[in-house]
């Protein structure tokens, strides 16, 4: 499986519109060679740099399986809360230098069917049996 996106290559800077320095959106995600036995998605984006360590931006699982993701998407799948509280997506916001943001999209073999709120730990632990496959994408944003 790979995942791109339209917005920046991987290991590129993610564009300003994508940040909290902009317009906050969700970048578009191209997702490619998806094993056609997948019955859902789960999406994460965090920030391993994070001062006090990794902050997680974007969490969502049960997602039907889909070769694109569109900007500035609202609900997708189960949403869980980032790191601010908030479900859904939150972009890059460093204190200060620059970050590194990783996207990775698995694969799995079955929906999870967990009830929201869950911390990002009990979504991939009950995920992992399950991974048929996984992608990522690293996008860099520095202030």
Same mark, same amino acid.
């Given at each position: ?7 920046? /290559?991987?290991?590129? %800077?993610? &564009? ?5 320095? @902009?317009?906050? /959106?969700?970048? &578009? $995600? =191209?997702?490619? =060679? ?7 998605? +789960?999406?994460?984006? *965090?920030? &391993?740099?994070?001062?006090? #360590? ?7 699982? *049960? ?8 900007? #500035? +998407? ?8 980032? %790191?601010?509280? =908030?479900? #859904? ?7 200060? @230098? ?6 990775? +999209? !698995?694969?799995?073999?079955?929906? !999870? @069917?967990?009830?929201? @709120?869950?911390?990002?730990?009990? /979504? $991939? ?6 991974? !048929? %496959?996984?992608?990522? $994408? /690293?996008?860099?944003? #520095?202030?």
């Amino acid at each position: 499986m790979r995942l791109t996106s339209p917005a920046f /290559v991987n290991g590129g %800077s993610i &564009p300003v519109r994508h940040t909290c320095d @902009g317009d906050d /959106v969700s970048p &578009p $995600l =191209d997702i490619d =060679d998806i094993p056609p036995e997948t019955k859902s998605f +789960v999406l994460v984006m *965090d920030d &391993p740099d994070a001062p006090r #360590g990794t902050w997680d931006h974007w969490l969502a699982y *049960d997602i039907e399986p889909t070769s694109h993701i569109p900007e #500035g +998407v609202g609900t997708l799948g189960t949403p869980r809360r980032n %790191s601010w509280g =908030d479900a #859904g997506y939150g972009g890059p916001c460093p204190p200060a @230098g620059t970050h590194r943001y990783i996207f990775r +999209v !698995l694969a799995l073999d079955r929906r !999870l @069917g967990l009830p929201p @709120g869950l911390t990002k730990g009990e /979504v $991939l632990a009950a995920a992992q049996p399950h991974v !048929l %496959s996984e992608a990522v $994408l /690293v996008g860099l944003y #520095g202030r």
